[in-house]
């Protein structure tokens, strides 16, 4: 593939938010929101899931595949992105979320 700018964009913003993720506060605020982000989807994946019974599989496999693929991306042999450290704290809350649902739900 040629090297051409639009080819060059999306390397470039991911660098970019790189190099803004290594600020400590900056790292640890993007990390709040990530964790309060996957608690949040988690809410909104619970409560609709239950409204409408027909989604509970589905909406479970889906999640265990997106949950994987993250794990997958995270535990990989090599560095590890400040990008995909957030996506792992987004799973983190997403997780916590779904085990606290089903604590509440005593299933």
């Known amino acids: 593939m040629q090297n051409t700018r639009l080819s060059r964009i999306p390397s470039f913003i991911v660098t970019q938010i790189e190099e803004w993720l ?10 709040t929101i990530g964790a309060l982000t996957g608690f949040l989807i988690g809410v909104v994946i619970a409560t609709y899931t239950g409204q409408t019974a027909v989604w509970d599989l589905p909406a479970a496999g889906v999640l265990v595949a997106i ?3 993250v794990s997958w991306y995270f535990y990989r042999p ?9 996506f ?7 997780t916590y979320n779904l ?4 604590f509440k739900l005593g299933s």
């Open 99 to 102: 085990i606290l649902e089903s």
């Open 88 to 94: 792992h704290t987004v799973k983190l809350g997403l």
């Open 78 to 86: 090599g560095t590890r992105s400040p990008i995909g450290m957030v």
């Open 22 to 31: 290594k600020n400590p506060w900056r790292s640890l605020a993007s990390h």
């Open 67 to 69: 949950v994987e693929l």
